[in-house]
């Protein structure tokens, strides 16, 4: 399983680069899926007050609840993020887009909003490609830089990586 994370600060494009992504990969026959880091602290939207935060209080290591074709999962904090993705490759996931979970080493996609962001490029392990609102020269970095009009050619270059 190909793992690629997108990862950049709050509003720089993340959401919208992953779902071109997973749209065209998925449109070129990859069994693609996804997982998102829910960096705004507390437990994702829609799971406090229901039978599955009971059950995952009471000491379920992991809960789910399944229900119109949505299956959600909720598993103990201690899972790192090596444990979730074991579970994606065991669902025969081929492209695995991972949104946020910066610190990981995982191909990175990263997208800096303004010129206060630029530390990421020097702090972040194994960036393959930039994407970039703030002007950048290219020879100055060992990566690709995409600005936030090329978007979809950057999408393109990854299409021609996973190729079959």
């Not at 074709?69 to 994606?88: F, S």
């Not at 002007?135 to 936030?148: C, G, H, I, K, R």
């Amino acid at each position: 399983m190909e793992i690629i994370q997108i990862t950049g600060y709050k509003n720089s494009g993340k959401t919208t680069m992953a779902e071109k992504l997973i749209h065209a990969l998925a449109a070129e026959g990859f069994r693609v899926a996804s997982l998102k880091h829910h960096g705004h602290g507390g437990t994702p939207d829609g799971f406090e007050d229901t039978d599955s935060a009971r059950h995952h209080e009471a000491g379920a290591f992991i809960s789910g609840v399944q229900g119109e074709g949505l299956l959600q999962l909720a598993a103990r904090p201690t899972w790192e993020l090596e444990q979730m993705t074991a579970i994606y490759q065991q669902l025969g996931t081929d492209i695995l887009v991972v949104e946020g979970f910066k610190k990981h080493a995982y191909k990175k996609i990263v997208l800096i909003r303004r010129e206060e962001d630029l530390h990421l490029l020097k702090e972040l392990t194994n960036i393959v490609a930039v994407i970039t609102r703030p002007t950048l020269n290219a020879a100055d970095y060992p990566f690709l830089v995409f600005s936030q009009a090329e978007m979809d050619r950057c999408i393109e270059w990854l299409l021609a990586h996973f190729s079959h």
